[in-house]
């Protein structure tokens, strides 16, 4: 036994402890903990009180800041003879000897603080002899090296606290938001109690536990005649208030990193600050557990974000990153990217429109080969491989027909619509590859939500903001953040394209919204990936704009169903009837620069008197037809004068030629769903 005592690591542990004592001046091994810090405190748009931000990094604390209250608790809870013996207490030992034999085992007692420290520090947890007597032999060693109050330091900053909280300068923060220094008697008692079992007796563990911790150390306290009974019911009769784990740990997470970019990485460190956030703390937490519930309802190994924002400020009113994203952790919502199938396609509709597309253009769904070079080629087709022949652009988006789309996107020019995605905000890849209309590249949530902002909010893109002002406390001063809300769409654009989206709740892809729709104002797209693998759903109203993103985190098929519809929409509904109640149900505003006609579907062009069906139709002006249906007696009729164009909107360079629009006769409503490559399903 003694050979192992000596054996080269521990004498190695020795030799490590005799040359630090020789050559350090002082015996922290940490940061020292800087004097006057506060957190961050982080509110909502409400001025609710949301939680805290508090450093990760350790920091050491001398033993002059440990206040002499939280020392005598710990040491007569702990070690009441901790002055008196040299690194072991033979009585200790005794009385852990005779449990061992009650026991029949090896139990955890008779530790002094400086063999806590030891095994902390130095060695396992593993209960075994040999263990322990290492133990004893090094703790002999510290005594050698260090006076009493070094090593009471020393434990102060190394034990565990619970919670992620290492040393007492943590400890302090986590459960007071204080400094050790301005703990009180009451907050010391709670903690010296700690070090027993962190999981049970620390100060978020069970109340009833907790309490009955801290009168086990103020009767301690009392038998070796370091406080009175009557301090002993003092203290216990106003006891500590712990401040409790902050709420939507996954935003705070958004909050931290805009301050460490507004004001360089010391900023959390420094701390001292209350940020003003723009979330809505009510609508974080029905998000998140909309999120959770919708997502566990499919399959609980699936994974899930969410993202709310107001159009008008572009406030983040909501950001959940992950089922679990009230605790912090990846946040999906805005690192995740992920291919967003059918959900691309309202913009290539949207870029349509402003090179003379209208919701009433007819194009032909009829499948097409595309040459990819080496005798290859690629046929797009439709969900389950149906085709319905020619389709107005409004059916065709609602029931997201991806032949069409790829068409348009011919028409369109690769290029030309990722410089139009990009005037959104939403950086694409230009490869000479007409896929892209089918959502192959990857996008955040975030990115997505931001992109179709502007078609529901007249053009004007919403920049997601997370922080509206910040409070210095020690400067008394303030930093505001100003919304940046950008035209780069014209509102004739956006609005003729949210006409037609609309469509998309109340009889095409996410034809389940259909009651949502009929209540209140709404458009949106879905979108599902290839075999089944990412669930999209972004909608909006004229006030809010949310995002449902649903996955496995390792991308695989989640089966048949699986689409944007079934799973994302619902989440969606859900939060979105908490979110919109109380706002007006209004619908979205027609700008000057539209005009509503009344054609024949069929043909897209003037309604007749003979026409049997008829429809009123949105268009940017200048862009409806002036002749009447060649099918029911149009011939015969004069054209009429078009509008005059609206103002020219923000045109990307490239975009200005006009475009022949495709004629012919109508179709039913194409499928359910989009398609993807060579057979692979998305929409």
Same mark, same amino acid.
């Given at each position: 036994?003694?050979?192992?005592?000596?054996?080269?690591?521990?004498?190695?542990?020795?030799?490590?402890?005799?040359?630090?004592?020789?050559?350090?001046?002082?015996?922290?091994?940490?940061?020292?903990?800087?004097?006057?810090?506060?957190?961050?405190?982080?509110?909502?748009?409400?001025?609710?009180?949301?939680?805290?931000?508090?450093?990760?990094? #350790?920091?050491?604390?001398?033993?002059?800041?440990?206040?002499?209250?939280?020392?005598?608790?710990?040491?007569?809870?702990?070690?009441?003879?901790?002055?008196?013996?040299?690194?072991?207490?033979? #009585?200790?030992?005794?009385?852990?000897? &005779?449990?061992?034999?009650?026991?029949?085992?090896?139990?955890?007692?008779?530790?002094?603080?400086?063999?806590?420290?030891?095994?902390?520090?130095?060695?396992?947890?593993?209960?075994?002899?040999?263990?322990?007597?290492?133990?004893?032999?090094?703790?002999?060693?510290?005594?050698? +090296?260090?006076?009493?109050?070094?090593?009471?330091?020393?434990?102060?900053?190394?034990?565990?606290?619970?919670?992620?909280?290492?040393?007492?300068?943590?400890?302090?923060?986590?459960?007071?938001?204080?400094?050790?220094?301005?703990?009180?008697?009451?907050?010391?008692?709670?903690?010296?109690?700690?070090?027993?079992?962190?999981?049970?007796?620390?100060?978020?563990?069970?109340?009833?536990?907790?309490?009955?911790?801290?009168?086990?150390?103020?009767?301690?306290?009392?038998?070796?005649?370091?406080?009175?009974?009557?301090?002993? #019911?003092?203290?216990?009769?106003?006891?500590?208030?712990?401040?409790?784990?902050?709420?939507?740990?996954?935003?705070?997470?958004?909050?931290?990193? !805009?301050?460490?970019?507004?004001? *360089?990485?010391?900023?959390?460190?420094?701390?001292?600050?209350?940020?003003?956030?723009?979330?809505? =703390?009510?609508? !974080?937490?029905?998000?998140?557990?909309?999120?959770?519930?919708?997502?566990?309802?499919?399959?609980?190994?699936? !994974?899930?974000?969410?993202?709310?924002?107001?159009?008008?400020?572009?406030?983040?009113?909501?950001?959940?990153?992950?089922?679990?994203?009230?605790?912090?952790?990846?946040?999906?919502?805005?690192?995740?990217?992920?291919?967003?199938?059918?959900?691309?396609?309202?913009?290539?509709?949207?870029?349509?429109?402003?090179?003379?597309?209208?919701?009433?253009?007819?194009?032909?769904?009829?499948?097409?080969?595309?040459?990819?070079?080496?005798?290859?080629?690629?046929?797009?087709?439709?969900?389950?491989?149906?085709?319905?022949?020619?389709?107005?652009?409004?059916?065709?988006?609602?029931?997201?027909?991806?032949?069409?789309?790829?068409?348009?996107?011919?028409?369109?020019?690769?290029?030309?619509?990722?410089?139009?995605?990009?005037?959104?905000?939403?950086?694409?890849?230009?490869?000479?590859?007409?896929?892209?209309?089918?959502?192959?590249?990857? &996008?955040?949530?975030?990115?997505?939500?931001?992109?179709?902002?502007?078609?529901?909010?007249?053009?004007?893109?919403?920049?997601?903001?997370?922080?509206?002002?910040?409070? /210095?406390? $020690?400067?008394? $001063?303030?930093?505001?953040?100003?919304?940046?809300?950008?035209?780069?769409?014209?509102?004739?654009?956006?609005?003729?394209?949210?006409?037609?989206?609309?469509?998309?709740?109340?009889? *095409?892809?996410?034809?389940?919204?259909?009651?949502?729709?009929?209540?209140?104002?709404?458009?949106?797209?879905?979108?599902?990936?290839?075999?089944?693998?990412?669930?999209?759903? =972004?909608?909006?109203?004229?006030?809010?704009?949310?995002?449902?993103?649903?996955?496995?985190? +390792?991308?695989?098929?989640?089966?048949?169903?699986?689409?944007?519809?079934? &799973?994302?929409?619902?989440?969606?509904?859900?939060?979105?009837?908490?979110?919109?109640?109380?706002?007006?149900?209004?619908?979205?505003?027609?700008?000057?620069?539209?005009?509503?006609?009344?054609?024949?579907?069929?043909?897209?062009?003037?309604?007749?008197?003979?026409?049997?069906?008829?429809?009123?139709? /949105?268009?940017?002006?200048?862009?409806?037809?002036?002749?009447?249906?060649?099918?029911?007696?149009?011939?015969?009729?004069?054209? &009429?004068?078009?509008?005059?164009?609206?103002?020219?909107?923000?045109?990307?360079?490239?975009?200005?030629?006009?475009?022949? !629009?495709?004629?012919?006769? *109508?179709?039913?409503?194409?499928?359910?769903?989009?398609?993807?490559?060579? *057979?692979?399903?998305?929409?």
């Amino acid at each position: 036994m003694f050979k192992k005592l000596f054996s080269p690591v521990l004498l190695g542990i020795l030799l490590a402890l005799t040359c630090a004592v020789s050559a350090h001046a002082s015996i922290a091994t940490y940061p020292e903990l800087p004097t006057g810090y506060t957190s961050i405190r982080v509110f909502d748009g409400q001025q609710r009180y949301v939680g805290r931000i508090l450093p990760t990094q #350790r920091y050491w604390v001398s033993i002059d800041r440990i206040p002499l209250f939280l020392r005598k608790a710990l040491v007569a809870t702990e070690d009441s003879r901790f002055y008196e013996h040299g690194g072991i207490d033979v #009585r200790g030992i005794a009385r852990a000897l &005779v449990k061992d034999v009650v026991k029949g085992r090896l139990a955890e007692g008779g530790s002094t603080i400086t063999q806590q420290l030891i095994k902390n520090k130095f060695l396992t947890g593993e209960k075994s002899l040999d263990r322990k007597v290492k133990e004893v032999q090094l703790a002999m060693e510290f005594e050698k +090296k260090y006076t009493k109050d070094q090593i009471l330091e020393m434990y102060f900053n190394e034990i565990y606290f619970g919670n992620g909280a290492w040393g007492i300068a943590q400890a302090a923060r986590q459960y007071f938001d204080k400094n050790p220094e301005e703990l009180t008697e009451a907050e010391c008692a709670i903690l010296a109690g700690v070090p027993k079992n962190p999981g049970r007796y620390n100060p978020l563990g069970d109340l009833a536990k907790v309490s009955a911790r801290r009168s086990v150390v103020l009767s301690r306290m009392v038998a070796v005649n370091m406080i009175t009974a009557q301090q002993k #019911r003092a203290i216990e009769a106003h006891p500590a208030t712990v401040i409790k784990p902050g709420q939507a740990q996954g935003y705070l997470e958004l909050v931290r990193k !805009q301050l460490e970019e507004r004001y *360089g990485a010391r900023i959390v460190e420094q701390g001292g600050l209350d940020v003003i956030s723009a979330m809505d =703390v009510n609508l !974080q937490k029905q998000a998140e557990q909309v999120l959770r519930d919708g997502v566990k309802k499919v399959n609980p190994n699936l !994974q899930g974000a969410l993202i709310c924002m107001d159009l008008k400020t572009g406030d983040v009113l909501a950001a959940v990153g992950g089922v679990d994203n009230g605790k912090g952790g990846f946040n999906r919502a805005f690192l995740a990217k992920r291919q967003p199938g059918s959900s691309i396609k309202p913009l290539i509709f949207a870029a349509a429109l402003e090179q003379g597309y209208t919701p009433a253009s007819l194009l032909d769904d009829t499948p097409v080969a595309y040459n990819k070079g080496n005798g290859q080629t690629w046929r797009p087709h439709n969900y389950e491989k149906k085709s319905f022949g020619e389709l107005s652009l409004r059916q065709a988006l609602a029931h997201s027909n991806n032949v069409i789309t790829v068409k348009l996107l011919e028409s369109l020019g690769v290029n030309n619509f990722v410089t139009f995605a990009g005037r959104l905000g939403l950086t694409l890849r230009t490869p000479n590859d007409l896929s892209l209309a089918l959502g192959t590249d990857e &996008v955040t949530l975030n990115d997505l939500v931001s992109a179709y902002s502007p078609l529901a909010n007249s053009g004007m893109r919403s920049e997601g903001r997370t922080i509206i002002r910040v409070y /210095d406390r $020690s400067r008394k $001063s303030w930093n505001e953040t100003p919304s940046q809300v950008t035209p780069v769409l014209s509102p004739a654009t956006a609005f003729v394209t949210t006409s037609m989206m609309k469509d998309v709740l109340t009889y *095409g892809t996410a034809k389940g919204l259909k009651n949502f729709a009929r209540q209140r104002p709404a458009a949106g797209k879905t979108g599902t990936t290839d075999d089944y693998r990412d669930a999209w759903f =972004v909608g909006y109203t004229p006030q809010l704009i949310t995002g449902v993103w649903v996955g496995y985190d +390792k991308p695989k098929p989640g089966g048949r169903g699986f689409t944007g519809g079934a &799973v994302s929409a619902p989440i969606w509904e859900k939060f979105m009837r908490v979110a919109s109640a109380g706002k007006p149900a209004v619908d979205f505003t027609k700008p000057d620069g539209v005009v509503t006609v009344n054609i024949d579907p069929t043909t897209g062009q003037l309604a007749t008197p003979e026409c049997p069906t008829t429809k009123e139709e /949105d268009f940017i002006a200048g862009t409806e037809p002036t002749t009447y249906c060649s099918k029911h007696g149009g011939d015969t009729m004069p054209p &009429v004068t078009p509008a005059a164009p609206a103002q020219p909107g923000v045109t990307a360079p490239g975009e200005e030629a006009p475009i022949n !629009q495709p004629a012919g006769d *109508g179709a039913e409503d194409g499928a359910d769903g989009a398609t993807g490559l060579e *057979g692979d399903v998305l929409r």
